[in-house]
């Protein structure tokens, strides 16, 4: 993909622009694709709504009201707190995934009819498609069936036409964008890794991506199984040489492994596009310092007046930013990653009773110890152990996951760091990680975000594989591709599981690990059929903020805007966009 700048600049003008050119005072279809310049800045232009769907609040609304995260915030969507006529981030994503449709479909008819060479508008076209399918693959994952068309709106009778759509399928919408992508997208398009092609374009890997994801909702494992296999082919062995755990950073961008990443591009003197969505993955209390000293006393501490800069919840940290507001920030579940002592002064061992830890745990060990005892909270205080960060297993053995620092944040665990093993205060009193430092953002300044979104990576469709094998009760190859990931994290590998609901437990878990703040968590669930349970089993109780007060089994779709469904009308003027699961919900 090009500088977001440019993507900008295209879709104003929908033209390229050269000193040959007669300029118009207005662009319109008849002048807009006469030569490849014009078309492929049309092309361009498809990318930008994207941008505008991955907003902090998306991140709240697919990773919050899941089994892995929580938030303390008034925000409907993390607190599953939406209806028809609040719908919340469900606005922006209906809108920006159409208008992107459109964009799409425009650009796929007005190609095709341009007078350019063949060999220069195929490629194009068939990125236009896959581009297009991509808006559906959210629109789909976020509200089940939704209207699906594929021309463009020439004139107003067409839009009257989408105006009285109704809802298609959503597994119906997935299948036709399967056979889309695979009979009209790939053959035109380079066969290769995103990282290989110019500008980090969408391309045949994505595109093989969408059809592997669009396969697993309508559960063709053999569909799945030809499009992963086709990919595999492409990125090769998965291995800690190929595709280093550190590059999963968001902020190293258009890595090998990527498949498909939102692109942010920033210069000092340039055009800045400001993403925040990585602002809520950080620890909270930026800008303040918690006074610790009078904890062994009973009492609880205190915030230090004044502005600390580079302080995260308690723990100097320059290197990850200075002088940024705090916001809601997500933190772990104690299903996720728990640690917490047993009451009084027993500090042998870490609890994992159901009031703190209900079921297992997906990080197990943390790597955590007691520190001093804490008589406000009646426990020892939680620090990190960095003998067992240095040699990678505990005391007793059990191996430290390497993707635990990324995933979740426990303190400074950088032994290049001045405060190497301070804990932050949350996790030091309550043993509740935040997120981790994939998500953060070096030299950070203000609420800006310059990282890349790392939406589809190779190590998804290396799980994926695995449950397609798991799903054809190939349980050995399931486990053999699990490992693979596995093994990079420097964890013991599966073996001797031979049934389905076994191994799914395991890809559902593994998944978490290896994924988890990426986006694609509640998406999961809802294909998996389990989401209102898993997400009710673990997410915290105890205020009205918390999802336990909200959530319904018909949340595990958003409502289509009531505003929407005003626009959506049949002859008689009736809506024609309804959803039953929210039928009498205010």
Known sequence: MKKISVYILSALVLMACSLEEDH???????????????????????YIPITQVYVTTYAWAVEVPTDLWWINTSTPDPK????PSKPGVGTTVWQYCYQGIMRCNEFIECIADSPIDEADKLPMIAEAR??????????TNFFN????YTYMVADQSVQEKIRRLPRTDANLIRSSLYEDLKENALPYLTKARTSEIEGNRAGYSLALMLMAKFAMWYKNWEDAEWALSELESIYGDFSEARYPLDDTRWCKKNTPESIFEIQHEWSEAGIQFQGKMSRTYYP???AKIWDNTDVTEG??????????????????MPQ????IPSVSSMRATWHMGCFRAKTGTDQTEDTTTAQYCPGDRIFDPLPLTFGEFNKYYNRWNARLDTTALRLGHTADGRKIDRRIRYVLGLGSMNPSDENYGETFKDVRTQGRPCAGEKFWVPDMMSNFDSNNYKILRYADAVLMMAEVKCMQGDYDAALEYMNKVRARAAVDPFSGYSDEASVMKLIRDERARELAGE?????????WGIWYTETLKYAPSGTKEYIQANIQPCHEYYPIPDTECALTADADGNPVLTNPAYAGIE
């Open 130 to 139: 896959v581009m297009r399918a991509l808006y559906y693959y959210h629109l």
């Open 320 to 323: 990850w930013g200075r002088g």
């Open 284 to 286: 909270s209390s930026i």
């Open 80 to 83: 599953c707190e939406i209806s």
């Open 24 to 46: 118009k005072a207005f662009t319109t279809r008849a002048n807009s694709y006469l030569n490849k310049q014009q078309c492929q800045a049309c092309v361009d232009a498809c």
């Open 519 to 527: 986006c694609h968590r509640k998406f999961d669930l809802v294909r």
């Open 145 to 148: 069936g939704v209207p699906f």
């Open 299 to 316: 009492l609880n501490g205190a915030w230090i007046d004044g502005t600390y800069d580079g302080y995260l919840d308690d723990v100097y």
